[in-house]
């Protein structure tokens, strides 16, 4: 047996070649919040399980079967590393009092983790970016998200490959009601449910309905429907979100099947779906929860958010060959010799400090492996010191992949030269 050293199944690495995309996502990210003025905050990755618990439900796979949870050896609290944000960004506003003023609209993103059979687009560590808007009511909020999501699709390139999908799960009576009749619906039939299906008959009935078992899906599909129970309230609120999607031209299935796996939601539930990832097809889900912050002990508040998976989303992309261009420097700096290596540090120093990204070339080596070394780094020019270049305060300016005009594409000069040259462009 090998004795190396390896990641834990389920949570990866991210090497150099895959930063630029993370890079280039993220900025994206940052740039798409800030156009509908959400703020960023961070919450640990470290909670207690209670909190888990209330937010998401007993019952729910996420409590039951997921969640990395331990007993903290100091002082005896179980203690889980977080499986979603939501719960987490809740509680923190609570903690800290951020609706003492009104609405918030906040965006977080990072880890999660959940222990499950790892596999294209689903890991356990996993990453994601949530939007939640605490402290609003009406369907307003709803619709803002879905245009929203919407714009990141065509931000992204990715439009033409996700599909909307939306709901509504009422308020709690609506619930109720609807739960009961599913239980004696699928009761009624146990003999066709799957084991999950069994065991969640008497607990969560309503998650039968989210089964991606084959088998089953007629049977599903011939279900009690929620929406059937839907009061006034929660019919004018299904509407209104409908008419503001139907106004922005965002087409959409209204999905009557559509559940959500965490117990908080109510009324507007929605993902966005591809079918280019296999059975993980869902990219981005939410909804809303009215009902959460008073839950967790703040003063009842309105609330709605979704969650997109980072790792999903990359996929699309680089399937798509949707890539940015790879991170290069604007210099490589090639330096062979004594006096060379002496002055190249400074020569360095100096070219960052003038704006340009600059790779020292390390370890030395012929002056041919350097120049293999500068082809290899992307880098648009290099920026030649030897013995000479340096016995006459000079470098030498050679374009690896950049233009001189009509100069030579070598070209001896002073480092000021070069740094004027590089900064006004020619």
């Given at each position: 047996?090998?004795?190396?050293?390896?990641?834990?199944?389920?949570?990866?690495?991210?090497?150099?070649?895959?930063?630029?995309?993370?890079?280039?996502?993220?900025?994206?990210?940052?740039?798409?919040?800030?156009?509908?003025?959400?703020?960023?905050?961070?919450?640990?990755?470290?909670?207690?399980?209670?909190?888990?618990?209330?937010?998401?439900?007993?019952?729910?796979?996420?409590?039951?079967?997921?969640?990395?949870?331990?007993?903290?050896?100091?002082?005896?609290?179980?203690?889980?590393?977080?499986?979603?944000?939501?719960?987490?960004?809740?509680?923190?506003?609570?903690?800290?009092?951020?609706?003492?003023?009104?609405?918030?609209?906040?965006?977080?993103?990072?880890?999660?983790?959940?222990?499950?059979?790892?596999?294209?687009?689903?890991?356990?560590?996993?990453?994601?970016?949530?939007?939640?808007?605490?402290?609003f009511a009406g369907p307003d909020l709803d619709i803002e998200h879905?245009?929203?999501?919407?714009?990141?699709?065509?931000?992204?390139?990715?439009?033409?490959?996700?599909?909307?999908?939306?709901?509504?799960?009422?308020?709690?009576?609506?619930?109720?009601?609807?739960?009961?009749?599913?239980?004696?619906?699928?009761?009624?039939?146990?003999?066709?449910?799957?084991?999950?299906?069994?065991?969640?008959?008497?607990?969560?009935?309503?998650?039968?309905?989210?089964?991606?078992?084959?088998?089953?899906?007629?049977?599903?599909?011939?279900?009690?429907?929620?929406?059937?129970?839907?009061?006034?309230?929660?019919?004018?609120?299904?509407?209104?979100?409908?008419?503001?999607?139907?106004?922005?031209?965002?087409?959409?299935?209204?999905?009557?099947?559509?559940?959500?796996?965490?117990?908080?939601?109510?009324?507007?539930?929605?993902?966005?779906?591809?079918?280019?990832?296999?059975?993980?097809?869902?990219?981005?889900?939410?909804?809303?929860?009215?009902?959460?912050?008073?839950?967790?002990?703040?003063?009842?508040?309105?609330?709605?958010?979704?969650?997109?998976?980072?790792?999903?989303?990359?996929?699309?992309?680089?399937?798509?060959?949707?890539?940015?261009?790879?991170?290069?420097?604007?210099?490589?700096?090639?330096?062979?010799?004594?006096?060379?290596?002496?002055?190249?540090?400074?020569?360095?120093?100096?070219?960052?400090?003038?704006?340009?990204?600059?790779?020292?070339?390390?370890?030395?080596?012929?002056?041919?492996?350097?120049?293999?070394?500068?082809?290899?780094?992307?880098?648009?020019?290099?920026?030649?010191?030897?013995?000479?270049?340096?016995?006459?305060?000079?470098?030498?300016?050679?374009?690896?992949?950049?233009?001189?005009?009509?100069?030579?594409?070598?070209?001896?000069?002073?480092?000021?030269?070069?740094?004027?040259?590089?900064?006004?462009?020619?």
């Amino acid at each position: 047996m090998s004795n190396q050293l390896r990641a834990v199944r389920g949570m990866n690495d991210l090497l150099p070649a895959d930063a630029p995309l993370w890079s280039h996502f993220e900025q994206t990210i940052r740039d798409w919040l800030k156009r509908y003025g959400y703020r960023e905050m961070r919450t640990p990755i470290l909670e207690h399980t209670g909190l888990f618990k209330r937010a998401i439900g007993e019952v729910t796979d996420i409590v039951e079967k997921e969640m990395y949870t331990f007993v903290d050896a100091l002082n005896g609290e179980s203690m889980t590393l977080r499986p979603e944000g939501t719960a987490s960004c809740v509680r923190a506003a609570i903690e800290h009092n951020l609706l003492f003023d009104g609405g918030k609209r906040l965006w977080y993103a990072g880890p999660m983790f959940r222990h499950e059979r790892p596999q294209k687009g689903r890991y356990r560590q996993f990453h994601q970016v949530g939007v939640e808007a605490l402290g609003f009511a009406g369907p307003d909020l709803d619709i803002e998200h879905l245009l929203m999501t919407a714009r990141l699709w065509k931000m992204l390139g990715l439009a033409e490959f996700i599909r909307l999908e939306i709901n509504s799960l009422g308020d709690t009576q609506a619930r109720a009601s609807h739960r009961g009749k599913l239980v004696d619906y699928f009761s009624q039939r146990a003999d066709q449910l799957d084991a999950d299906s069994q065991r969640r008959l008497l607990t969560n009935p309503l998650r039968i309905l989210d089964s991606k078992n084959p088998a089953m899906q007629a049977l599903v599909e011939a279900a009690p429907q929620l929406i059937d129970e839907l009061d006034d309230a929660a019919r004018a609120h299904f509407e209104a979100v409908k008419r503001g999607l139907d106004a922005a031209g965002i087409a959409y299935r209204v999905n009557p099947r559509l559940v959500r796996g965490l117990d908080y939601y109510n009324y507007t539930v929605f993902e966005w779906v591809t079918d280019k990832l296999g059975a993980q097809g869902t990219v981005c889900a939410g909804g809303r929860y009215d009902g959460l912050v008073a839950q967790l002990g703040g003063k009842p508040a309105p609330a709605c958010g979704f969650a997109m998976g980072v790792e999903r989303l990359l996929v699309m992309l680089s399937d798509a060959k949707l890539l940015p261009p790879p991170d290069a420097p604007d210099i490589y700096l090639v330096n062979v010799g004594e006096a060379a290596e002496r002055i190249a540090m400074r020569a360095a120093e100096t070219l960052r400090d003038a704006g340009l990204n600059v790779v020292l070339h390390g370890g030395g080596g012929s002056f041919k492996s350097q120049m293999k070394k500068a082809d290899a780094s992307l880098a648009e020019y290099a920026v030649l010191i030897g013995d000479d270049e340096a016995a006459a305060n000079q470098v030498t300016l050679k374009a690896l992949r950049g233009e001189f005009g009509a100069q030579p594409e070598q070209r001896r000069m002073a480092l000021p030269e070069v740094i004027e040259l590089l900064k006004t462009g020619f």
